[in-house]
């Protein structure tokens, strides 16, 4: 050790870049839980008659207009960080309510997981096995449900009634305290 002053700067200047690269992996990873933007502004209101649609899920045939109990619409898209986090809230909900409830989550983004390719059902399929989501999951290319559900934002939350109206409608990330008392409204 020649010169400890040297040293001394280089110490200092380490700490430095590491703080600096701290804040900064922090700050990146500091996404709100507001909604994820999207393209798509449908015009619905709690209170409207669901619009009627089918999807192919990765546990079966989905169609609304032969469901008889209340529905669970959740548009997602694979990429987006909400939706990945409501995941776990929706599977606890899956599990208390999978009796008395039809869920069912539809692709609402044509972007892959990733968000560099093409979404697809295999997209889909990776997404319910990466996050461990038990409940139905469906892969829509054409858009179909998220043209008529999405509120313009991932995900969109919709609570659909016997009586096939709009008893919720929300996006973004939302508390199970909260969807709990939509789905238990729902079912009264």
């Known amino acids: 050790m020649k010169n400890p002053r040297i040293w001394v700067w280089i110490t200092i200047a380490v700490v430095i870049i590491g703080v600096a690269l701290a804040i900064r992996f922090a700050n990146s990873g500091g996404v709100s839980k507001q909604a994820t933007r999207a393209p798509i502004q449908a015009p619905l209101k709690v209170g409207d008659t669901a619009p009627e649609f ?68 295999v997209d889909v399929l ?36 016997r009586d096939k109206k709009i008893s919720f409608i929300t996006s973004g990330e939302t508390p199970f305290s909260e969807l709990d008392s939509a789905i238990k409204a729902a079912l009264r």
Request: hydrophobic share 40%; net charge neutral; glycine share 8%.
């Open 54 to 121: 089918t999807a192919v899920t990765n546990q079966g045939y989905f169609d609304l207009a032969k469901t008889a109990k209340p529905v669970f619409l959740e548009v997602f898209a694979t990429w987006c960080p909400h939706c990945q986090r409501e995941t776990a809230i929706i599977d606890q909900l899956y599990q208390k309510y999978s009796t008395q409830v039809a869920f069912v989550a539809v692709t609402g983004s044509n972007t892959s997981m990733d968000g560099q390719g093409q979404s697809s059902e």
């Open 126 to 161: 990776n997404f319910a096995q990466a996050l461990h989501a038990k409940y139905p999951l469906a892969y829509d290319g054409s858009l179909a449900v998220a043209n008529k559900y999405l509120q313009g934002g991932f995900p969109t939350l919709v609570i659909i009634g």
